[in-house]
């Protein structure tokens, strides 16, 4: 038995046959090469179990939950402004005295929201190590950052887009996804409308206050909105 996680869009997996839940799939998308079976299916998870002589395979396919790539710096770790504005809400860490901003109870808000939450962060894995266990969240994806090709540095620069809105996209393949960060534009917002064909939400966080109520109810309403 081998199993592996497949991330994509419903498009892209086996059409589940309501009228046999626990039955054969009529479809010859089967990622391996042999019909599947559908075992269970939700609105997010689809898990299908797929037979042959040579092997076994069980791919469980995340297919509709929403992302919501998260910035640190900025929406976690308000900055900008007097530095007595900013409570301690614990002892710095790692030697960075900005993780004691890290407000605890942006990690049930920020579970709550029901999508699945991802480091979009220059952080990187440091935010599983340093930031996640202050919020209470459990290890989450992190997105790292590829040098973009020349070309797109140079029409990028142009654009005024944000260095990870690119990095974002791709990472989303076809997924709905939220994104808050201080320093994505408009630029970005519209870039993203005109090249990503679902739901997504650039979502703008002021530095100076990190996260607040406002924002999560415009995260909210837009995961209403779109299924989430
Ligand atoms: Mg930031």
Redesign the pocket.
Known sequence: MADRTVRGHPGQFPAFDESRPDGPVASDRDPVGSRPDVVFSDTHTVIVTSASNAFRAEYRCVVGRPLLFL????PLIPFGGPPDWYPAYQEPAAGNPLLARVNPAHGPRLQKLGCELVWATAWEHHANSYVGPILGLPELDVVTWPEPSIVEAVYDEDLGLHWKTRALVRWAEGRPFAWI???LTEADQDWVADNYPEDALLHRVN?VVGLRDTDYVTLSRWLSECGG
């Open positions: 910035d640190v710096d900025g960060d201080d320093e530095s």
